[in-house]
């Protein structure tokens, strides 16, 4: 079983619409959470920590579920500037030693 | 603020050659890592640095070497490029902790093996 898993989509979603995706991880003694972003032939970017409380930043929220180990990404009001592969990305520690990335899920945003 | 700067963008080898991947972060961060990326693979971590001096295996570290002799840097080298070695390498820089905390990554190094 990957360490971190996610579906790779594609999610095709009209402009406007709200989308979500989930992510289960399979330590369950993993201590960080994150949400990146990645651009088609760009380097991935940090959209996001996740915290035990969920947590939200303008159209986006995420929350994290411990007891059954997944994380979800909830976008909002969807923009075509949303359109993107989104990476799971989860670590052993507090602090940033040793993430492990998802293999992403990619979104269109469709006009 | 540049951020992280890897050298070169792209690069073919022949089979057998060698070459070093350069990383450069101006963000005194003390943690730095590379990354190969692969279709339906994901981000595999090759070789990790806590700080200057140091250096740590990841999860495919076979075919490469690091080293980190200035907390600025980090080079990731190929002894011998074989085909399988054909990748996006992402070099990526931190701080241990903190809000907000998360990796900064290079733009990639496209390197194809021939």
């Known amino acids: 079983r990957k360490e971190v898993e996610q579906d790779p989509g594609p999610f095709n979603v009209p402009e406007g619409a709200t989308v979500a995706f989930n992510c289960t991880y399979s330590n369950s003694a993993s201590q960080s959470f994150f949400w990146y972003r990645q651009d088609c032939r760009k380097e991935p970017k940090l959209l996001m920590s996740v915290y035990s409380s969920g947590n939200e930043d303008g159209r986006f929220t995420a929350q994290l579920n411990r007891a059954s180990q997944y994380i979800s990404l909830l976008i909002r009001d969807s923009k075509l500037s949303d359109s993107a592969t989104y990476l799971c990305?989860?670590?052993?520690?507090?602090?940033?030693?040793?993430?492990?990335f998802g293999t992403g899920t990619r979104l269109t945003i469709i006009p | 603020n540049a951020g992280v700067t890897q050298t070169p963008k792209f690069r073919v080898l022949k089979t057998g050659q060698s070459m070093t991947l350069l990383c450069a972060q101006d963000?005194?961060?003390?943690?730095m890592y590379w990354y190969r990326q692969d279709p339906g693979m994901g981000l595999r971590l090759i070789h990790y640095s806590v700080g200057e001096g140091t250096t740590a295996k990841g999860e495919v570290p076979d075919g490469y070497n690091v080293s980190r002799l200035k907390k600025q840097n980090f080079l990731l080298g190929l002894e011998s490029a074989a085909p399988s070695q054909t990748s996006v390498y992402f070099c990526?820089?931190?701080?241990?902790?903190?809000?907000?905390?998360?990796?900064?990554f290079g733009s990639g190094t496209r390197l194809t093996v021939v």
């Open positions: 990526a820089s931190s701080f241990r902790t903190g809000p907000n905390y998360g990796y900064t």
């Open positions: 990305v989860v670590g052993r520690n507090f602090g940033n030693e040793k993430l492990t």
């Open positions: 963000m005194n961060h003390e943690y």
